[in-house]
């Protein structure tokens, strides 16, 4: 009984976490995934507790000594990672997924607790759905957020978003669910109804991909379509063979006629996606990934650290890049993302950990061919269906990965490390050998969920508080046309920042922001007020630069700082820093015309102007008018007169 009633918290708690982060955690940021992070913490620190588990199938050990390793690596890489607020992104979701991994590897691995699992996610996907037909029913609702006052920032053109902020990582956990339903409907016991409704799910999830007009997903979903007809065809070939003409007859004409209809109903989009611009025309990846390739240069066998491409894409940007091409921040291949963040010792183990589940799915296909089918003497399985597509399901959001960053989403990042649970856990313990046990797995196991879930627990109380101030913040803005709104906005949001540094003092972003806060209110203010405001600026952007020293934006913000408290070599040095993390931006170079225009060195700032206006990206469409500012202060300077007019102007 008091098992039952542990397995029953736990896989409530889990339901619960998989709605949350489902439906909230769908962006790269945590802000909106704390609620889920929670609930999940909760549902780990649960199981982990309990010390016995009893489990009906045990899990590879092997897989579970690879996921450990995997692990391990990753949170000791981020925790000597060089910027807190990067590394802590991918801790929490790590946490998350390491959590979601063993529990559906573990205590959850029984058929009802993975039916549980699948409706949680079954309904995610109605969700998505229902939004995405909000966002395709109207051009004017494609910003349309289910969080009020939100909008999605990828809202422009036909692509629907889900929960999602962006359409490719809901494309990630449609080709998923297109893929796991594929596997059930087939393979899977259950009768007519459920098992049409689940094709349903699954086609309505295909038409969900067409409508994310996401190129990559359409190659991965292509692929793992491939990988379940191959595997499916293997297990008929090695169990009903004389079946296997008629089969393939009828699902070759049912493929036919589903793509025929699924590119009569998109072939608009479908051609304006993968017709007019490929991967290597127009598009900024070939770019992004030379600049990943060159930060991995510098550290090729540990990786620059968690996230640190978030700086990277900015200081190794290339000069033939496209000047409208925005900051990356993510290297948009997340294979290649893992190598330059963590090195070849990460990549190695990534792939030895996706290897060894995929080779253990491999072992529970043949025996349940040589096994379990003698015995049984049927196909249709639960377990056999759940683990076809949760391969084909893999495989193609791995191939998805190679052209983005959705394992950086919370949302597809759990319901992906749910998908290797099961792999690592489908359900069988071979007759003919024993499997392997390695003690020590169990216990670390045991010991990751109670760490993962307490400090997720602490996370969300801390961290998250200080996440919600500092968005309440930046969601205040003075009304329009009341010039005296800002002086009430900005006591206001510097009040919020306090609050949000005093509960995370780590996060380099905060003293960025509220040090730029100063620095804005210090335009047009007396000049005490100014001296006071800048002071205090030059504490928090300094501290922004202590904790992250890799921001362009905070080193340079300092350069503005320095000047008017009369430190101009300190200003130099800043702004010369800032050039080198960031040599083809204008902002640098803006920064240093600034600096000698106030020093009234005006063929220096003439120089500095003009080589603004040679930069390759950033901020450099501004500097004209600068510019003929400084040529008139200069003419004014040169001419007695105008020279006594301006001081005595000044004077009153």
């Not at 422009?156 to 999602?164: K, M, N, Q, S």
């Not at 702004?575 to 204008?586: N, T």
Request: charged letters at 15%; glycine letters at 8%; one cysteine or more.
């Amino acid at each position: 009984m008091l098992t039952q009633t542990f397995k029953a918290l736990v896989a409530a708690a889990l339901f619960l976490a998989l709605l949350a982060v489902g439906a909230l955690g769908t962006e790269t940021r945590l802000l909106l995934f704390w609620p889920g992070c929670a609930v999940l913490g909760l549902a780990g620190l649960i199981a982990g507790l309990r010390w016995t588990w009893r489990i009906q199938h045990p899990p590879s050990h092997w897989c579970l000594l690879t996921g450990l390793l995997f692990a391990a690596y990753l949170m000791v890489r981020q925790m000597t990672s060089p910027v807190t607020i990067h590394a802590r992104e991918d801790l929490f979701m790590l946490l998350g997924c390491a959590v979601a991994y063993t529990l559906s590897a573990t205590v959850l691995s029984q058929p009802r607790a993975r039916t549980m699992i699948l409706v949680a996610l079954l309904l995610i996907l109605v969700g998505n759905l229902t939004v995405g037909f909000i966002h395709f029913s109207d051009k004017g609702m494609m910003h349309y957020h289910i969080v009020p006052e939100y909008m999605r920032a990828f809202g422009d053109g036909e692509r629907i978003g889900g929960f999602f902020n962006n359409s490719n990582h809901l494309a990630s956990f449609l080709t998923m669910m297109t893929l796991l339903a594929a596997g059930m409907a087939t393979f899977g016991r259950s009768g007519a109804v459920r098992r049409l409704s689940i094709a349903f799910a699954g086609l309505s999830a295909a038409v969900g991909v067409a409508l994310t007009v996401s190129r990559g997903a359409m190659v991965g979903l292509a692929i793992g379509m491939v990988v379940l007809a191959v595997l499916g065809v293997i297990m008929l070939y090695r169990t009903q063979r004389h079946l296997l003409g008629k089969v393939l007859a009828g699902v070759g004409v049912l493929a036919v006629l589903g793509g025929l209809v699924l590119y009569g109903v998109f072939a608009e989009q479908l051609r304006s996606r993968l017709g007019g611009s490929g991967f290597a025309e127009g598009d900024p990846r070939p770019f992004i990934w030379r600049a990943a390739l060159a930060q991995h240069a510098g550290s090729p066998w540990v990786g620059a650290g968690s996230r640190m491409f978030t700086e990277g894409c900015i200081t190794y940007r290339t000069a033939d890049t496209p000047a409208w091409t925005k900051d990356a921040l993510f290297v948009h291949n997340d294979w290649l993302q893992l190598l330059t963040e963590y090195g070849w010792v990460g990549l190695a183990l990534g792939l030895l950990f996706v290897g060894s589940h995929l080779v253990h799915a491999l072992r529970f296909l043949n025996w349940y061919a040589s096994e379990r089918f003698p015995r049984s003497a049927t196909l249709m399985s639960n377990k056999l269906g759940i683990l076809l597509g949760a391969v084909a399901a893999l495989v193609a959001v791995l191939v998805h990965a190679l052209f983005e960053f959705h394992f950086h989403v919370p949302a597809t990042a759990i319901t992906a490390a749910l998908l290797f649970g099961f792999l690592a856990n489908p359900g069988f313990k071979p007759e003919n050998r024993q499997p392997m046990r390695l003690p020590v797995v169990r216990s670390a196991l045991k010991l990751t969920l109670i760490a993962a879930g307490a400090w997720m627990l602490y996370g969300t109380w801390q961290f998250g508080r200080a996440d919600y101030y500092a968005e309440k913040a930046e969601m205040l803005k003075p009304e329009p046309q009341d010039i005296f709104s800002l002086d009430d906005v900005v006591p206001q949001k510097l009040e919020l920042l306090s609050k949000a540094i005093d509960l995370d003092p780590q996060n380099a972003r905060l003293w960025y922001r509220r040090g730029m806060v100063r620095l804005e209110a210090a335009s047009g203010q007396p000049q005490p007020l100014v001296q006071s405001l800048l002071s205090r600026a030059r504490t928090d952007l300094e501290e922004a630069c202590r904790l992250n020293p890799y921001h362009m934006f905070s080193v340079r913000a300092l350069g503005d700082v320095y000047d008017p408290l009369g430190m101009p070599q300190e200003a130099y040095a800043s702004i010369q820093k800032a050039g080198a993390l960031a040599p083809l931006y204008g902002e640098p170079r803006l920064a240093l015309a600034f600096h000698y225009h106030r020093l009234q060195r005006w063929q220096d700032a003439e120089l500095a102007y003009l080589w603004t206006n040679e930069a390759r990206a950033g901020r450099r469409d501004e500097w004209f008018s600068y510019y003929e500012g400084m040529l008139r202060q200069a003419a004014g300077a040169t001419d007695p007169l105008a020279a006594q007019a301006q001081a005595q102007a000044q004077a009153q």
